[in-house]
């Protein structure tokens, strides 16, 4: 069973747009969400992460959204650039025991 | 901060031989480690989660015998792929820890494992 389901698989995006990956959760024991970039044949990068008393968190052109009754959060990111093409995942966390999402390649057109 | 290194980064072998990875945390004591593998395209599998001194816990259907890990200080882990074969050719990667004593995990940039 998949604890963390992502959308879309992929993404385009023109240059200046707004992109936003979804992702939704089951359990609710689940206390910590961060978001992670990862460029081909490279680790992941932790980009933003947000606990469930929170709604909202902005990071530059970064900001997740987050839905506790609906367990969903969202990465949005804005002002979009070529180089933030990349793979995009999702996590959720519970005691310290991480779940990915399933990965978001975005391709942001120039 | 939160830099982990891990080495090689890439590394050719032949079948049967066993092959050692080191995950390193460089700027910080890193209480839990933990070893991914991910095939192209596709997310992060958790292969095992180590704490420091401690024996290795094992996911579902992760062989603990192929896949030796030791955890023997707050800085280094170390993933043996023993008697490695082709369907051990993949992109392995670490994460640590424990710094600030929060959960967020810091990744290294991976090691790609090519058994011939």
């Known amino acids: 069973q998949q604890q963390v389901k992502q959308s879309p698989q992929s993404l385009i995006v023109q240059k200046g747009g707004i992109s936003i990956i979804n992702c939704a959760y089951e359990n609710t024991a689940f206390d910590y969400f961060p978001w992670y970039q990862q460029f081909p044949g490279k680790g992941p990068a932790l980009l933003i992460a947000?606990?469930?008393?929170?709604s909202e968190k902005k990071e530059g052109r970064f900001t997740i959204s987050f839905n506790k009754s609906a367990k969903q959060f969202s990465l949005h990111i804005m002002d979009s650039q070529p180089g933030d093409s990349a793979t995009y995942f999702c996590?959720?966390?519970?005691?310290?025991?991480?779940?990915f999402g399933s990965g978001t390649k975005l391709n942001v057109k120039p | 901060g939160a830099v982990v290194s891990q080495h090689p980064s890439w590394v050719i072998c032949k079948s049967g031989t066993s092959v050692k990875i080191e995950c390193r945390s460089l700027d910080f004591q890193a209480t839990t480690m933990f070893w991914y593998r991910q095939f192209p395209k596709q997310s992060l599998m958790l292969m095992a989660t180590s704490n420091e001194g401690s024996k290795a816990t094992y996911e579902q259907g992760v062989e603990k015998d192929k896949f030796l890990i030791n955890h023997a200080s707050l800085t280094l882990s170390t993933l043996t792929v023993t008697s490695a074969h082709p369907e051990d050719s993949s992109f392995y990667i670490c994460s640590a820890s424990g710094q600030y004593g929060t959960d967020t995990q810091y990744f290294g940039p991976g090691t790609r494992l090519t058994v011939l």
């Open positions: 947000i606990r469930p008393d929170v």
């Open positions: 996590a959720a966390s519970n005691f310290n025991k991480f779940y």
